[in-house]
């Protein structure tokens, strides 16, 4: 399993399933498994008890190993693996799956005032934050200035209907922070090839919910207290036939010198972010854009991705840590969307 994630996600806890509601006929298929550097779990209610449990998980493999043949960053087999490790300015042919990745991360990024960025795999590294050792020290501003010269979406890549072409040859592109959320859609598309309309599908802490969960209901997903080492439910939403993500800065960052650098990295800036926004959590029409959209708006923090969120119809939970600093709770933040999905 090679596509690890460069946003640790998991920010969620899913309700205990009541098994006993699941009336007479109804079977509950639960499977698990690795992906992308993390894991899986599904549980699928199969109304016809047809369903063979050995050839959906099979199903279930192949589509996941489609996807980190397209996207994964560490098979260097990869599409993208292949893409970055050329040179070349010339367009460089993709399959259709990445092609919609990339042109949804792009219409993201524009969306998102240059806050969703999948070229910053430079500064992530830069920073420590990468795959390889933590570094622990904040980087020089001529530091940031050189990898800067090779990140940002705008300048340094061109997305075409079938193809991707480097601006600048040394430009990357990491799919970390929108790749699972596909990789949820994509298992979604095989369940439902099985004839399946209730389940629930999670990697790495990216979701997606159909239908309903065994006590008739809607899915009930508890969003985590931004506390790090810390499983509490800060607030538990219901979830039907959207993807789900939530993005937060509370378990990977280093302090020195009395300062805290969150992973959570501006593309605009190239430093991390500031502001006092702890989790972003996001409900959508698929996995995929609930998994860039999570991501961006905790870029923006409240303030800013509110205003984004409000004017987009975008359903978004703000989570804050409060403005008073004698105290240790946090503030909570609808958009208007969000709202009124969990009226």
Not at 148 to 155: K, L
Not at 288 to 308: F, N, P, Q, S
Request: charged letters at 20%.
């Amino acid at each position: 399993m090679t596509l690890q994630p460069l946003f640790s996600r998991r920010s969620f806890l899913i309700m205990p399933l009541a098994l006993a509601a699941c009336k007479k006929g109804w079977s509950l298929l639960e499977l698990t498994g690795l992906t992308m550097g993390t894991t899986y779990s599904v549980a699928a209610i199969d109304h016809s008890k047809s369903v063979d449990k050995t050839e959906l998980q099979a199903a279930i493999t192949a589509s996941l190993a489609k996807v980190n043949a397209q996207m994964s960053n560490w098979d260097a087999s990869s599409e993208i693996a292949r893409f970055n490790a050329s040179k070349s300015t010339a367009p460089f042919a993709v399959s259709p799956e990445l092609a919609t990745v990339m042109q949804a991360a792009q219409d993201v990024h524009v969306a998102s005032e240059g806050r969703f960025d999948v070229t910053l795999g430079g500064l992530i590294d830069l920073w420590g934050f990468g795959a390889g050792d933590a570094k622990g020290t904040a980087p020089t501003e001529a530091e940031i200035a050189a990898v800067m010269d090779i990140t940002g979406h705008g300048n340094s890549l061109r997305v075409n209907n079938t193809s991707l072409q480097k601006l600048n040859p040394g430009a990357e592109v990491y799919l970390s922070a929108i790749g699972k959320g596909f990789g949820v859609d994509q298992v979604a598309r095989t369940i439902e090839s099985f004839g399946i309309r209730d389940y629930m599908i999670e990697i790495g802490g990216d979701l997606y919910t159909a239908g309903k969960n065994p006590d008739g209901m809607p899915w009930q997903i508890g969003i985590e207290s931004p506390v790090a080492h810390d499983r509490g439910v800060q607030q538990v939403v219901s979830v039907s036939n959207l993807g789900m993500a939530t993005s937060g800065d509370y378990r990977n960052y280093f302090e020195q010198d009395g300062v805290r650098y969150s992973h959570i990295l501006d593309g605009t800036t190239g430093r991390p972010v500031t502001h006092k926004t702890a989790s972003v959590t996001v409900l959508t029409e698929n996995a995929m854009l609930a998994d860039a959209w999570a991501t961006a708006m905790l870029v923006l923090g409240t303030e800013r991705g509110l205003k984004i969120a409000n004017e987009r119809d975008l359903a978004v939970l703000f989570i804050d840590r409060s403005a008073d600093s004698a105290q240790k709770g946090f503030v909570t933040t609808p958009s208007a969307r969000f709202a009124a999905l969990q009226a």
